[in-house]
């Protein structure tokens, strides 16, 4: 239960482009990470100061849960 839902140790970071559950098909987000490759490189850093956290209030639908600050 515990990897299937808060993944501890094997979390990514990461940053969602597009997803199925909005419309999307699986040729649409190839081309959409083709392209993000393409315009975002050399991929933007930039400073994190705290990490927010949501929840599932309904199926698809999230609403803000916790905000974590960052130690600087």
């Known amino acids: 239960m515990v ?3 808060f993944e501890l140790e094997r979390f990514v ?3 969602t482009l597009g997803k199925t559950s909005y419309g ?3 040729i649409d987000l190839a081309n959409m990470a ?3 490759e393409i315009e975002l490189f050399p ?3 930039f400073n994190v100061n705290f990490v ?3 929840r599932e209030s309904s199926p698809n639908k999230y609403i803000k849960y916790l905000d974590i600050p960052l130690k600087s």
């Open 34 to 36: 083709k392209l993000a």
């Open 43 to 45: 991929f933007p850093t």
């Open 52 to 54: 927010r956290v949501y």
């Open 13 to 15: 970071p990461h940053m």
């Open 24 to 26: 999307l098909n699986q």
């Open 3 to 5: 990897n299937k839902y």
